[in-house]
């Protein structure tokens, strides 16, 4: 293990290709973003993995940022089965669960791709109102908003993945 690293940082950096590649894709979709946070290791702080994370996050083509957006159930419909997304989009009541949805298809219609936000300690009420607010957005806008969307979601999944690997059995 990195010993100068915190034990769950250490553990990330010492990971095998292959399970961190899978976890990272966990946190985002993006095999570049996931790659390249990879390459990056390792890293002597949670800052540090976030900063890459950051750079990664902002050289993505449009094509990763569409792989990266892929990995994301609409707001108002946490895909089954998946805790993280039902954990981030927890603050959606049952009565606001329709109109996410239609106004989510009509944005899908406008830009290609779901409405995303970084729904952690939003209510409902807010999700919509920002999807009102963006929805008229041109597409090269709302591409460099969801840029900045995902980074949030991948900061607070960082954290929680570093948060697990400390609590793992080392043996």
Same mark, same amino acid.
């Given at each position: 293990?990195?010993?100068?690293?915190?034990?769950?940082?250490?553990?990330?950096?010492?990971?095998?290709?292959?399970?961190?590649?899978?976890?990272?894709?966990?946190?985002?979709?993006?095999?570049?973003?996931?790659?390249?946070?990879?390459?990056?290791? $390792?890293?002597?702080?949670?800052?540090?993995?976030?900063?890459?994370?950051?750079?990664?996050? =902002?050289?993505?083509?449009?094509?990763?940022?569409?792989?990266?957006? =892929?990995?994301? $159930?609409?707001?108002?419909?946490?895909?089954?089965?998946?805790?993280?997304? =039902?954990?981030?989009?927890?603050?959606?009541?049952?009565?606001?669960? =329709?109109?996410?949805?239609?106004?989510?298809?009509?944005?899908?219609?406008?830009?290609?791709?779901?409405?995303?936000?970084?729904?952690?300690?939003?209510?409902?009420?807010?999700?919509?109102?920002?999807?009102?607010?963006?929805?008229?957005?041109?597409?090269?806008?709302?591409?460099?908003?969801?840029?900045?969307?995902?980074?949030?979601?991948?900061?607070?999944?960082?954290?929680?993945?570093?948060?697990?690997?400390?609590?793992?059995?080392?043996?």
């Amino acid at each position: 293990m990195t010993s100068s690293a915190p034990p769950g940082l250490a553990r990330f950096n010492d990971a095998a290709p292959a399970p961190l590649a899978e976890r990272l894709h966990e946190v985002c979709a993006s095999a570049a973003w996931g790659a390249a946070v990879a390459r990056g290791r $390792p890293y002597g702080s949670l800052g540090d993995l976030l900063a890459a994370s950051d750079a990664a996050m =902002a050289a993505l083509t449009a094509a990763d940022l569409g792989e990266a957006m =892929a990995g994301h $159930p609409p707001i108002g419909r946490p895909r089954p089965g998946d805790p993280a997304s =039902a954990r981030e989009q927890s603050g959606v009541r049952d009565e606001e669960r =329709a109109e996410l949805l239609r106004l989510n298809l009509a944005y899908q219609d406008a830009h290609g791709h779901v409405f995303l936000i970084c729904a952690t300690g939003r209510t409902g009420a807010e999700m919509l109102a920002a999807l009102k607010e963006r929805i008229g957005n041109d597409t090269a806008t709302e591409r460099e908003i969801v840029r900045t969307e995902l980074g949030k979601i991948n900061h607070i999944r960082l954290g929680r993945l570093i948060e697990r690997l400390a609590q793992e059995d080392p043996s």
